[in-house]
Structures are given as C-alpha cells and as structure tokens.
T-cell receptor, first 115, second 113 residues
Framework: AQSVAQPEDQVNVAEGNPLTVKCTYS??????LFWYVQYPNRGLQFLLK??????LVKGSYGFEAEFNKSQTSFHLKKPSALVSDSALYFC?????????????FGDGTTLTVKP | NAGVTQTPKFQVLKTGQSMTLQCAQD?????MSWYRQDPGMGLRLIHY???????DQGEVPNGYNVSRSTTEDFPLRLLSAAPSQTSVYFC????????????FGPGTRLLVL
C-alpha cells in the first residue's frame, strides 16, 4: 500500500527567508509525486509534480521540489518566502500500476510566513 | 470551462437523513474521486472511478455510495447520515494517465446533527 508522511504539522518562517516543507513517501515501484496548495475555504490547487527525469522540479509561484529516491523524499522549497505563501500544503503520491486512479495524500502542513 | 463543480456548497442534515452530493466536470476526464477533509487528517479517499460504469472503494468508503453513469457526473450518496460524517467533501477529476494533475472542486461543507 502506498503512503505519504508530512512530518511537520506547522512550519513558520519569516518573509524573505527560505522555506522547506517536508514529505516522504512509500510506494512499490516508481512514484508520481505531487504538491498541492489549499487557501482558506478553497479547493486544492496544483503546484508541481515529479514524473521522471530531473530530480529538481520547478513549479508555480517560485516553488520547487527535490526528488530523492534513496531517501524516498520529495521536499517542497522556495528560496524566499512571501506572506502570501501562507496556506495548507499537501504532498500526494500516485501509483503507476494497477491502482493508477488512486491518489494518497499526506495530512498537510500549515505554512505561516510572518512579515 | 467551468472545471469541477460541486453542489451544494453547504448542507445541514439530521442524523439518519440521506442526501446526494453532486459533482460534475466538463473536461472529459476519465478519473474522478471523492475525498473528505477533516482537521489534522488530510484528505482521505472515499471512492474513485476510472471511467463511466467503473467505481472502486478508497480508504474510508463505509456509509457512502457512488455511481458513474456518465463521464461528467460522479455523485456521492450518504445513505443514513451520522455525526461522524461531518466534514468537508472534495471532488476531483483528472485525465486517464496517472501522471496527470488532479483538478479539485470548491468543496461541500456538511454538518450532521
């Protein structure tokens, strides 16, 4: 069975500082990995994904994520945080095999960026 | 393109009542899913469908039914509502290929008294 862990419920950073939101996964075979963001009272919005190839993936709003197969991690990063980045972030994994229609999400990490 | 639409936005039910949460997408996506979101528990998959006429259970299917008679629609039925089903429900769709992004609806907030 596939699973995703986001070890931090909350991440606090000061505006202008770099941010990291952590994600580790467990899946048989090679995964598809995704990051989504949720603003208050809204649905989830796609940020970026890893399919294959370059381990560093660039996405929307200046976010990037690094895929590390040996550590089974897919941490979300941004070099300089903005107050408007404050939101709930979800990491998700999707199987390539028979369960390809099924996604598993982490519990989410609340990012707060303070001015 | 309306994307993924969900109705109603908010609903209050009494224990034991039944209701259907509607979900529709106009992107011709084959994959559709229902999730519930509870504080501290992320999104949990209730049911999903890989195409019209095909549905399967997710992580927390008990108390919910689904059907997929058309590509566009994927309603979620609560047969006999319980307070434990108080949650925010999200519908999502994506193209057939598993590397494709999911598109989420705005959610339905359900309160069961």
């Amino acid at each position: 069975a596939q699973s995703v862990a986001q070890p931090e419920d909350q991440v606090n950073v000061a505006e202008g500082n770099p941010l990291t939101v952590k994600c580790t996964y467990s899946v048989s075979g090679n995964p598809y990995l995704f990051w989504y963001v949720q603003y208050p009272n809204r649905g989830l919005q796609f940020l970026l994904k890893y399919i294959t190839g370059d381990n560093l993936v660039k996405g929307s709003y200046g976010f990037e994520a690094e895929f590390n197969k040996s550590q089974t991690s897919f941490h979300l990063k941004k070099p300089s945080a903005l107050v408007s980045d404050s939101a709930l972030y979800f990491c998700a994994v999707r199987d390539r095999g028979a369960n390809a229609g099924k996604s598993t999400f982490g519990d989410g990490t609340t990012l707060t960026v303070k001015p | 393109n309306a994307g993924v639409t969900q109705t109603p936005k908010f609903q209050v039910l009494k224990t034991g009542q039944s209701m259907t949460l509607q979900c529709a997408q106009d992107m011709n996506h084959e994959y559709m899913s229902w999730y519930r979101q509870d504080p501290g528990m992320g999104l949990r998959l209730i049911h999903y469908s890989v195409g019209a006429g095909i549905t399967d259970q997710g992580e927390v299917p008990n108390g919910y039914n689904v059907s997929r008679s058309t590509t566009e629609d994927f309603p979620l039925r609560l047969l006999s509502a319980a307070p434990s089903q108080t949650s925010v429900y999200f519908c999502a769709s994506s193209p057939r290929l598993p590397q494709e992004t999911q598109y989420f609806g705005p959610g339905t907030r359900l309160l069961v008294l």
